[in-house]
């Protein structure tokens, strides 16, 4: 469940860091009023049809509909974010455009809002499935205090960061505004939140410490044997204390806590219970929550190195171009689209693959730890039978975080029966611990052979092309757009796609001389055969300077008089080019000699 909210979260954590204010909205804000409450009634409705009607009898089902649920919540939040413009009308509020931390904050309370919903609705399915009810407002506030402990250092660090935005010193913003200003204070942030979190996440989850008496004694006894220190051990009131769990927090021993639920220490033994702490402390010794903390930092890593070079594919796609066209966009939108939807193919493919892989696989590590510690395997083996049968039959649920229960216990007797299975499980995990980090510093790496200006030159003509084009739908009588893509299409040696471009101006507007000028000069100088015509280059150059004798046009019209063979006429007309134009007088000294002394055809 917290494993689930976390991968959702970060998806809305990655909608909303990546969206900004529109400069124009969809919709009045009262078609968006309505358009909000029918889909906020349309959730409702979906929710309450399917827990009362679906036959919800089983952990598999219910957490299938609670995953569906979750993803529709997501994709009504990227509506009310992309379609109705959440952040626009939120930022004609004076302090939400000051501070855009209060919009991300706004976001996710809003999707936690669209969870409420689901959590409600689905209380009385899993009393059915789990056989245990809990009071309507323990639910929510259980699941609310879990979601909220995982946005809360995404939150915090906004906050932060907009503050940093709004100090009077030049120096923060021209370190924020670097290249890896940003990723340097989110890592120094994360370091020093790993520290100090857990304090307030405790306090967050109502967590209690173990009262003194016997079965605290016994718990303190066993971590001392393990040498092992914590802050405090913790009751963990996890749903009325209903849920059969433990967890460590903390890296730092007089920041660290174990948490146990009253359930679990109700249903296990003693012995039972050591195993449970034995595999908690195995994620300390193997240092995993330190790992968690790379991976995230490794995300957070590759998201920057990945950023340019999809902006680059982007940029030189033709199908970027063509999306952009059909669907009557600004090309900056639908790259903000693309872009977004790249890094979130990323993200899923990141924590489903790569993360997942290293958390069931730091989970067999603890495991073999609890194993190890115990010297048996069957202590920690009826901890997770138990919990597979409490927890509503759970046994062979698959998951993408932790190994199923079935297979844990299947691996767990394995190691009993070959001691070999321990070290061949630990160097394939530092063995791919290595092989990340060679992979991460590999792509930065090839990322800093990447030039500097990558995405200058084609990927910006291109865009510009498609901002023409654009234009041009959206005006399609003003000639203007068409002489600036032929502009623009001449300057990428696109001679057909220029001269169509012109060719559509001169119908808007037959006198326009300065497309007259530049289309003849096309027609004279293209690298193309297929495109030179110095007769009608001629005729166009001539149109040109009747309307407006400028030294440029002059000059081009001595270069059609050249090409057509015209020697005294082309000099003639680049003696008046020097008479508009002084300050090319020596440019155009140099075509009168190129005239003199070269043939057209021998220069094309």
């Known amino acids: 469940m917290i494993y689930s909210s976390l991968l959702y979260l970060l998806v809305v954590i990655l909608i909303l860091s990546t969206s900004s204010a529109a400069a124009v909205p969809h919709f009045p804000l009262l078609s968006v009023l309505i358009i909000f409450a029918g889909k906020a009634f349309l959730y409702w409705g979906l929710v309450l049809r399917t827990h009362r009607r679906d036959s919800i009898d089983s952990a598999a089902r219910y957490f299938a509909v609670e995953q569906r649920f979750s993803i529709l919540a997501i994709s009504f939040l990227a509506v009310d974010v992309y ?42 399915s899993y009393a059915k499935v789990f056989g245990v009810r809990h009071l309507k407002k323990t639910f929510v506030l259980t699941h609310l205090k879990i979601n909220i402990s995982i946005v809360l250092p995404w939150l915090i660090l906004s906050f932060f960061y907009d503050l940093l935005r709004v100090l009077p010193f030049s120096s923060v913003h021209k370190f924020l505004e670097s290249q890896w200003g940003e990723p340097l204070v989110v890592l120094v942030f994360f370091v020093l939140l790993a520290v100090g979190l857990p304090v307030l996440l405790v306090r967050l989850w109502g967590c209690t410490s173990m009262p003194v008496g016997p079965e605290r004694e016994k718990v303190e006894a066993f971590c001392r044997s393990q040498d092992m220190e914590f802050a405090d051990i913790m009751i963990w009131p996890l749903f009325e204390g209903k849920m059969l769990t433990a967890g460590v927090l903390g890296v730092v021993s007089k920041m660290r806590y174990l948490l146990i639920t009253p359930a679990l220490l109700k249903a296990l033994t003693l012995e039972e219970t050591e195993a449970v702490i034995a595999h908690e402390i195995g994620h300390v010794r193997r240092y995993h929550i330190q790992l968690y903390l790379l991976l995230f930092v490794g995300f957070m890593v590759l998201l920057q190195l990945s950023l340019q070079p999809v902006l680059f594919l982007l940029l030189s796609s033709d199908f970027f171009y063509e999306a952009s066209f059909l669907s009557g966009k600004q090309p900056e939108e639908v790259l903000v689209f693309f872009s977004t939807l790249s890094l979130f193919v990323l993200m899923i493919l990141y924590f489903r ?5 290293f958390m069931r696989n730091f989970e067999r590590q603890a495991d073999l730890h609890a194993f190890q510690t115990m010297g048996r395997a069957e202590p920690l083996v009826l901890v997770l039978e138990k919990i597979g049968w409490l927890s509503g039959n759970i046994r062979d649920l698959p998951s993408w975080h932790h190994f199923g229960i079935g297979q844990r216990v299947d691996f767990l007797m394995k190691a009993q029966e070959d001691s070999s299975v321990v070290s061949r499980h630990q160097l394939k995990v530092y063995g791919s611990l290595l092989i990340y980090l060679l992979l991460i510093v590999g792509a930065a790496f090839a990322y800093l052979q990447i030039p500097s200006d990558i995405l200058d030159g084609f990927p910006q003509e291109k865009i510009a092309a498609s901002i023409i084009e654009q234009k041009i739908k959206e005006d399609p009588l003003n000639p203007l757009w068409q002489q600036f893509m032929g502009d623009l299409q001449s300057g990428r040696k696109l001679y057909g796609e220029a001269v169509a471009a012109y060719e559509r101006n001169l119908a808007l507007a037959p006198d326009n001389p300065e497309v007259l000028n530049n289309l003849a000069w096309l027609l004279l100088t293209a690298e193309e055969d297929d495109y030179l015509d110095p007769v009608r280059a001629l005729q166009l150059a001539k149109a040109a300077v009747a309307v407006q004798a400028r030294g440029y046009m002059l000059d081009t019209l001595a270069e059609a008089y050249w090409a057509n063979g015209m020697i005294d006429e082309a000099i003639q007309a680049e003696e008046e080019a020097i008479g508009q134009d002084r300050a090319q007088r020596d440019y155009y000294l140099q075509q009168i000699d190129k005239f003199k002394t070269l043939i057209w055809e021998d220069t094309v």
């Open 353 to 357: 693959y790569v993360f997942g892989f």
């Open 83 to 124: 379609w109705l413009d959440l952040k626009f009308f939120l930022a004609q509020l004076p302090i939400f455009h000051s501070f855009p931390f209060l919009s991300d904050l706004f976001g996710v309370v809003l999707f936690i809002g669209y969870l409420s919903i689901l959590w409600l609705g689905s209380l009385d």
